[in-house]
Nanobody, 121 residues
């Protein structure tokens, strides 16, 4: 019954902005850590950012200072505000429940269909 639905992707020019949404259901959202991942053409999936159940945030260096993650527990939704977008940000973006470990963080369970972000002039 766990369901994650990503939305908000689209085509944007370099320097533009998008806000992605991850709508969750089927689990206790407020106690879960949620992260964003992406997969670019020809590359492996990589972590982008996560927000913990307590609201702490982590960003990979490639998106730090450009992306902002947030959550609205009343709406069971996590957002990813993406500013100053670069061509290198082009990818399918997914959200997932995150497991925090001593050596890092990783997705736990399945994710949704993803949403395509294309940055191009």
């Amino acid at each position: 019954q766990v369901q994650l639905v990503e939305s908000g992707g689209g085509l944007v020019e370099p320097g533009g902005s998008l806000r992605l949404s991850c709508a969750a259901s089927g689990f206790t959202f407020r106690y879960s850590h949620i992260g964003w991942f992406r997969q670019a053409p020809g590359k492996e999936r990589e972590g982008v950012s996560y927000i913990s159940s307590g609201g702490s945030k982590y960003y990979e260096d490639s998106v730090k200072a450009r992306f902002t993650i947030s959550r609205d527990n009343a709406r069971n939704t996590v957002y990813l505000q993406m500013n100053s977008l670069k061509r290198e940000d082009t990818a399918v973006y997914y959200c997932a429940i995150v497991r925090l470990e001593t050596t890092g963080w990783r997705p736990s369970g399945s994710w949704g269909q993803g949403t395509q972000v294309t940055v191009s002039s």
